[in-house]
């Protein structure tokens, strides 16, 4: 039977990740895995995770199984943080899930059983991850222009057009904030655009959050999130907590389900709580506590927040950074877009013969389409990437 198993094809960011660790040349960047990096390479424990994980260590007195859907003051929590009181909280369902990862197949899962026949219309690009979920799970996903690679900004008009085509039932499948991987963000009018759009044609929006706080800030990044929230019936959406807690491994997310009613909420709620069961039973709870402890914690919440925001503007100063040096070098604007972005991705638009000569020829790493992910700089590999870019004609 196993001998019948057809090969899968290989994750593109883990191969580059293979590939960066083997290069021996000392000097090299990787730009390529979406992880958050210091100055000095390295992904550290936040000050306020770190603290709560001792505040746990010295309370925690049980093992036991928390709930289906996860434990009640972390739902509470999530929604709060993402939502604030864009909703009232007894019409939106949550559970706790495997990382953003799992919140994302959790939503798209409630919108199979709600609508066999949905489709998802995602953007051009988009998180690899939810093609391959999608294709899994043996939904259709239909892309929708959403970025210009000549300006490095939104294609809002070719948006517009490709999303005319949904139908009742389908669903929108919309970046909240630091699109990955492009970087380039709606505008809150492009954000009330599309809602007045999926509105008239009874189309649903599911919101894949991963990166609140790390654009503008927690408040200004949950904006368009929210307005979409208080202007539609039925909003899927799924969250974080890799990115902006720093705790990747603890794999921490949640899947919202915002509906009409508390009824309507009510059976929501159940068919998360069935789908957890399905899928993993409980879900983990280690770091789903630390974030409680921490967002229910006035001193941890207050210390949390400003080393996030420290996070956020040490990649502002990069994108600046980096901007700056390539208008220096070539002395021209094309890359201003760089400053713009938000989050840690930026597609320079790079071609693919580029991008291979600046990992053969200058030990950089950055994926195919020329995504790179902006905390993997610092202030002194700014100059050598915007060096090499030039030199091989990007």
Sequence with gaps: MLNDLTTQ????????????????????????????????GH???????????QKWWESEDSKSYTALAGD????????????????????????????????????????QMANPKARVFTSDPTWPNHLSILKHIGMEAVPYRYFD??????????????????ETGDVVLLHGCCHNP?????????????????????????????????????????AGTRLVARSCPEVLIAASCSKNFGIYRERTGCTMVIC??????DLAQANLAHLNRQTYSFPPDHGARLVTLVMNDDALRADWQAELEEVRLG??????????????????????????HRGMFSRLGLSPEVVKRLREEHAIYMVG??????????????????????????
């Design 72 to 111: 009640a003051g972390f739902l509470d929590a999530m929604v709060a943080l993402v939502l604030d009181d864009a909703v009232a909280r007894e019409k939106v369902a949550a559970c706790a899930t495997p990382g953003g990862t799992g919140a994302v197949r959790q939503a798209f899962e409630l919108a």
């Design 43 to 53: 992904t550290p424990i936040m000050r306020a995770i770190k603290a709560a994980e």
């Design 315 to 340: 990649m502002l100063a990069l994108r600046e950074q980096l901007a700056g040096e390539l208008q220096r070098l070539t002395g021209s604007d094309r890359f201003g877009f760089i400053a713009q």
């Design 260 to 265: 009409q009613d508390q009824a309507q909420r």
């Design 369 to 394: 389409d020329s995504r790179i992910n902006v905390a993997g700089l610092n202030s002194e590999t700014v100059p050598i990437l915007a060096k090499a870019i030039v030199e091989v004609g990007g």
């Design 149 to 166: 690679n000549d300006s490095g900004a939104v294609s809002f008009d070719g948006m517009l057009a490709d999303l005319a085509a949904v």
């Design 182 to 222: 492009t970087g380039a963000n709606l505008t809150l009018p492009e954000w009330q655009a599309v809602i007045e759009l999926m509105n008239a044609k009874g189309a649903i929006p599911m919101i894949d959050i991963a990166y609140q706080g790390f654009g503008d800030g927690l408040e200004e990044d949950a």
């Design 9 to 40: 094809p290989p994750d593109k960011i883990l191969e580059l990740m293979q590939m960066f660790r083997a290069d021996p040349r000392p000097v090299k960047i990787d730009l390529g895995v979406g992880v958050y990096k210091d100055a000095t």
